[in-house]
């Protein structure tokens, strides 16, 4: 029995270190959003899709999704350089977070800085990013 608890207990550990599971933790909007763009820059779309509501997927599947934005950053040459989370606000379900980030594309190869704000919904009793609004720099 202490086997085969010990066994069951290193094999939790080590999906909850890949971030497989948590333990009933909720991800705070700030933290949503973070992992959302960092799940971007370094390629993981599926698991970028987890992140975004029903609403800002469309009628998209989740795998769909995912496919349409790797099309888009390898067609696109996008690549996310810097992630700043600035602030979150909550009001109830819905939720706001202000983000800079650093990007590069075809047609911004010496990078870009964007201010970004990104609005949540709870869905499900977790949170997702439901639309981001991007502060276009002035000319």
Request: net charge negative; aromatic share 10%; glycine share 8%.
């Amino acid at each position: 029995m202490v086997r085969k608890t010990s066994a069951w207990l290193i094999f939790a550990a080590i999906l909850m270190l890949a971030g497989n599971i948590s333990w009933g933790e909720e991800l705070s909007p700030e933290a949503t959003v973070s992992t959302y763009y960092n799940a971007l820059k370094n390629g993981k779309f599926e698991q970028a899709a987890e992140y975004i509501s029903k609403n800002m997927r469309g009628d998209k599947t989740k795998e769909q999704w995912a496919n349409e934005w790797r099309e888009t950053f390898k067609t696109g040459n996008v690549g996310i350089s810097e992630i700043s989370v600035l602030a979150g606000e909550i009001e109830g379900d819905q939720a706001t977070v202000r983000i800079k980030t650093i990007s590069q594309d075809r047609f911004n190869p010496q990078g870009i800085e964007e201010n970004e704000t990104d609005y949540l919904i709870k869905e499900d009793g977790v949170w997702k990013i439901d639309q981001t609004e991007v502060d276009l720099p002035s000319l």
